[in-house]
Each structure stands twice: as structure tokens, then as C-alpha cells.
């Protein structure tokens, strides 16, 4: 396969609208640039006193890594700088973080996780950077306000994530199908390596911590069950995965099939994955390869976020796997 880059992938074969493929492609190479420079850091954080924790909780209670600070602030002075975003939000940040008048500014609303699944860093575990971009309505001016932001996934113009594992892979959609970028350490360039990626319509691995099983509802409890005796594509039983790191369980769902499921527990009746940054940019990824999303009733990418951090629970991978669990929630609620 010939050397095809991002810029040359967008510019050639996606089709944009003029004023915002300049932008666009600006915003991208900001974005990739900050993950080239994650990934490098995560490359030596064995030998730079970059692991472990930095003693800190964020907004969602967690304990910040030392890296989700590295990884958070290297992409907040970047995308500032990109002249494509008015506003972001973070994961790592409790706030909408509104670009000031000292930037140039542009119509793109980034929302990120910086380094998902940062606690699996110390034991080398893949993690990742996961994005999603909306876009202000033209012509809007002013400050950037929360209502603005707190948009339904179906409204969001791309949307992807940087997996940090094995290879350095960049898995990006703008709403005209999936496609994979492998990071060619040598040139410091993505490289177009899976071109229109297709999730298969039923998989053979479901993914989930059972670890909860005691604290799920009868529908989760029941859901995750399915998968126990069900038939897979391959004709036998499902295997179970569990990567632990929400990107690196995702990518392997969307490559091989199968079903991500996190249902709501005891501990968290909404479940613990954020909408916003996680949940609402890989529904988008899914739907564009031809799987689902959802939260046990309905698509992900319709749920309204009441605020910057509500959590969701997640069903997500092969459409006919999704739609089983959705078909379990149905009857327990008709009972
Ligand atoms: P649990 C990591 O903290 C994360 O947000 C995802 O990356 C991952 O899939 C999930 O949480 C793991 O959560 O409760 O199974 O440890």
C-alpha cells in the first residue's frame, strides 16, 4: 500500500466542505502532533520518574496519574495554539476550558480524554487518547457557552482515538466511514494501514468486568449471561476479553467483532464511563463501521449529557450482539 498520509487520506478522499478542511486538517495535525509527543513520553515513562500517581483526584474521583497530567496539559497548550477550537473539555478538567482572546480561534469544540486507562501504565498496558469534535454553529460569537456543548452525539462532525499499544495507531471517522493510521516511528508520519474499517455484524469475544456480577441489575446480570451459552459467529462459545483499558478493548471489538458491555452498578447507577469523552466519540466510530451502541435502551449517540462528566452505561460492538442485550432490556421492562 503506498504511503498515504492523514492530510493526503482527508484531502482526497473524504469530502469536505472547503472553509472547513483547512481548518480541519489544522486541528488534526495539532491533534496528532500531541499524541506523537504522549506517545513518546509513554515510550520512556519507565525511565523518567513519569509512573505512579501524582497524588492528586480529579473531578471524577480518580487518582491522576502522572502521565493523564503529561498527557491532559501537553494537549490542552496544543489544541489552544491550533486556531481551529473555541472551547474544550477534559476529562482531567473540571471546567469547559474556553480558549482565550491571546489564541486565534476557530469553530471546533474538542472534547478528550487525555489517557484513558492510565491506571494499566505502570504495568505497560495499552492506553489511549480518545477525541471527539463538535462544531459551534456558524456565525456564532461570543463566549462559548455550556449549552453549547451539551450536544447529543449525533451532532458531533468526527470523532476518534490514539491507541498507544504494540504499534502507536490513530482510528479516526468524520462521518464517511472508519480509518486506521499506523505511526511510522521512523518518518514520525500516520500511515493509512486499515482503510474503511468494517465491524463484523456478530463476533465471538464479549468484554466485560464480571467482577461486578453481585452488583448489577437483573437486566446486566442477564445481558452478560447471554454470552455465557450463546452461539458466536464461530459457531462455538464466546470468549471473554478484558483489556481493563476501555481504547484498547474497544479497538480490538471493532477489528474482531463482539460486544464492550459496562453496565451501571451498585456503586455507579449511571455507569462509570463518560459520556462526553468516552462513550459518545467510540458510538460514533461503531455506527460509521456498521456496529452499535447503547446504553441497554436506545443509542448512545442520542443521549442528551445533562452535564460535562455524566456517565453512561455501554453496550457497544456488532450490531446483532448489541441488539440482544437491547432485546433482554425490552422484556424486563415490559414485565
Ligand atoms: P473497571 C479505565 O479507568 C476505564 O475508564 C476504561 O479505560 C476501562 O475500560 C474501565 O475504566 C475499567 O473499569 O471498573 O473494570 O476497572
Same mark, same amino acid.
Given at each position: 500500500m503506498a504511503d498515504i498520509t492523514v492530510t493526503e487520506h482527508l484531502l482526497l478522499h473524504q469530502k469536505m466542505t472547503p472553509q472547513a478542511?483547512?481548518?480541519?486538517?489544522?486541528?488534526?495535525?495539532?491533534?496528532?502532533?500531541?499524541g506523537k509527543t504522549i506517545s513518546r513520553r509513554i515510550n520512556q515513562a519507565g525511565l523518567l520518574d513519569i509512573l505512579g500517581g501524582t497524588g492528586e483526584v480529579n473531578?471524577?474521583?480518580?487518582?491522576?496519574?502522572?502521565m493523564d497530567a503529561i498527557a491532559n496539559r501537553i494537549l490542552i497548550y496544543r489544541m489552544e495554539r491550533s486556531g481551529a477550537v473555541c472551547a474544550m473539555a477534559s476529562e482531567e478538567e473540571p471546567e469547559l476550558i474556553r480558549v482565550g482572546p491571546e489564541f486565534p480561534r476557530g469553530d471546533y469544540i474538542l472534547i478528550f480524554d487525555p489517557l484513558d486507562g492510565s491506571s494499566n501504565i505502570d504495568v505497560n498496558v495499552d492506553v489511549g487518547t480518545i477525541f471527539s469534535l463538535h462544531r459551534r454553529a456558524h456565525g456564532a460569537t461570543g463566549e462559548v457557552s455550556l449549552e453549547e456543548v451539551l450536544k447529543p452525539g449525533t451532532e458531533q462532525v468526527a470523532a476518534g482515538y490514539i491507541l498507544y499499544g504494540p504499534s502507536t495507531m490513530l482510528v479516526l471517522s468524520t462521518g464517511q466511514g472508519v480509518h486506521g493510521f499506523t505511526l511510522d516511528p521512523g518518518v514520525g508520519e500516520f500511515l493509512?494501514?486499515?482503510?474503511?474499517?468494517r465491524i463484523p455484524e456478530q463476533g465471538y469475544i464479549y468484554s466485560v468486568n464480571e467482577g461486578y456480577r453481585e452488583q448489577w441489575d437483573a437486566p446486566a446480570r442477564e445481558a452478560v449471561e447471554w454470552f455465557h451459552t450463546a452461539k458466536s459467529s464461530k459457531g462455538g462459545a464466546y470468549s471473554s476479553?478484558?483489556? %481493563?483499558?476501555?481504547?484498547? @478493548?474497544f479497538h480490538r471489538t471493532?477489528?474482531?467483532?463482539g460486544i464492550y458491555l459496562y453496565p451501571p452498578y451498585s456503586g455507579k447507577p449511571d455507569g462509570k464511563l463518560r459520556l462526553m469523552c468516552e462513550a459518545s466519540p467510540l458510538a460514533f466510530l461503531a455506527?460509521?463501521? %456498521?456496529?452499535?451502541?447503547? @446504553?441497554?435502551?436506545g443509542r448512545i449517540l442520542e443521549r442528551v449529557p445533562a452535564t460535562l462528566h455524566a456517565r453512561t452505561p455501554l453496550y457497544i460492538g456488532s450490531s446483532r450482539d448489541v441488539e440482544a442485550v437491547e432485546t433482554i432490556y425490552a422484556r424486563h421492562k415490559n414485565r
Open positions: 478542511t483547512g481548518m480541519f486538517t489544522g486541528l488534526l495535525y495539532d491533534l496528532i502532533l500531541s473531578v471524577q474521583g480518580e487518582n491522576v496519574q502522572k493509512l494501514s486499515h482503510p474503511d474499517i476479553r478484558y483489556v %481493563g483499558s476501555l481504547v484498547a @478493548d471493532l477489528l474482531y467483532g455506527e460509521q463501521a %456498521g456496529g452499535k451502541a447503547s @446504553d441497554g435502551h
